[in-house]
Every structure is written in structure tokens, then in C-alpha cells.
């Protein structure tokens, strides 16, 4: 069977299935069940085959970029579990699918080995300051941010207690706009702002 055509199922709260062009290498490839990495408006998704066809679907169709599995990883039994379990949870088959089969990092083999310095910058420097309680304290990390905004920097200011914090927060935000407070005593939503 000349495979040119395929159906798609992604990680969304979608029941429909989004049909694909076979490029002519991956022809005699495509199985049901496979996980492909496909177009999906402007990013690319990995979904599953979930049906197979010669005859043209309406409209303009998009080509799978990769096949991810020589054999595929979903069997009849798990077929049927998935279906049961979007009828059950009310979730699409694509959602249900993809919870039996969680690939969060598609991408690991296209990663560099090793994460470095950011484009253009040709040195790692860290400026370590270490202030005891007190009253200059303010004074050092003021100099601290200012010295980092002359350079295009950023800082990043750990005071070992909450109760340190209020006071000192307000005295920064006066020298730099841009400030951001994490702590422990943060609520969910404002952890998240």
C-alpha cells in the first residue's frame, strides 16, 4: 500500500485528526500508532498516527517533518485504553494518548552538548559580594547594582531571612525599576505575576 497520506492526533483538547503529506523517504515507514513530529500553525508538535489513506483529504495539506519510532510503541490494548480513558475523564484521544506515553523532550539528541555562555560573550564573570548585617549594607549593594547596570548586567540579591527583606526591597526598587521578589512567603499568584 502506497501510504501518502496520514491522520494525526496531538496533545490537545481536540477529538478531530489533523491530516498530513507522507514525504516519499518516509513511505514505506509510516505505521500506525507511530509518534511523528509534524507542523502544527507555527510550531511543531509530536502526535500519533492514528489512520492511514491514499485518497487526497480536502484542503492544503503540510508534511511530517520526522518519524520518531521504527516500530510503533502503541498496540491495540493500549489503543483501547486510550479510548476509554478520554471517554471516562472527558479528555480528547490525543490528550489520553499522550498521558500513556509522556515524551516531554523530543528534542534531546538535537540539544548541544553543553549549555555556555549566551551569543557574544566571550567571558564568564561572577561578582560575588558578601554583606553582613548592618547599616551599610545598602550602600554596598547599591553600588553592586549600579557597577552591573554600567557593565549591561543583572544581579542577583539572596538575604538569608524573609524579615531582612521588606525594608531592604523598597530601598532597591527605588535605584532599579526592574525588581523581582521570590520568597517563601509569596502566594501562588503572586509567585506566578
Wanted: proline content about 8%.
Amino acid at each position: 500500500m502506497n501510504n501518502k497520506y496520514i491522520a494525526v492526533i496531538f496533545n490537545l483538547p481536540i477529538e478531530k485528526p489533523f491530516w498530513y503529506r507522507v514525504p516519499p523517504e518516509f513511505k514505506d515507514e509510516v505505521k500506525i500508532g507511530q509518534r511523528v513530529l509534524a507542523p502544527f500553525g507555527k510550531r511543531e508538535m509530536v502526535g500519533f498516527i492514528v489512520e492511514k489513506s491514499e485518497k487526497k483529504p480536502r484542503g492544503r495539506l503540510k508534511e511530517i517533518i520526522r518519524i520518531f519510532d521504527k516500530s510503533p510503541p502503541l498496540d491495540n490494548n493500549l489503543f483501547s485504553l486510550a479510548k476509554w480513558m478520554s471517554e471516562y475523564y472527558c479528555c480528547s484521544l490525543g490528550q489520553a494518548l499522550h498521558s500513556l506515553f509522556p515524551f516531554p523532550y523530543p528534542y534531546l539528541e538535537d540539544l548541544p552538548p553543553e549549555i555556555g555562555l549566551s551569543d557574544g560573550k566571550d567571558e564568564d564573570k561572577e561578582n560575588i559580594y558578601l554583606v553582613q548585617p548592618g547599616d551599610k549594607k545598602f550602600e554596598l549593594v547599591s553600588s553592586f547594582i549600579a557597577d552591573n547596570r554600567k557593565l549591561e548586567k543583572q544581579a542577583i540579591i539572596l538575604v538569608p531571612e524573609i524579615n531582612l527583606i521588606t525594608g531592604f526591597e523598597e530601598k532597591i526598587k527605588k535605584i532599579e525599576k526592574r525588581t523581582i521578589s521570590f520568597h517563601s512567603k509569596l502566594s501562588i499568584k503572586e509567585r506566578y505575576k
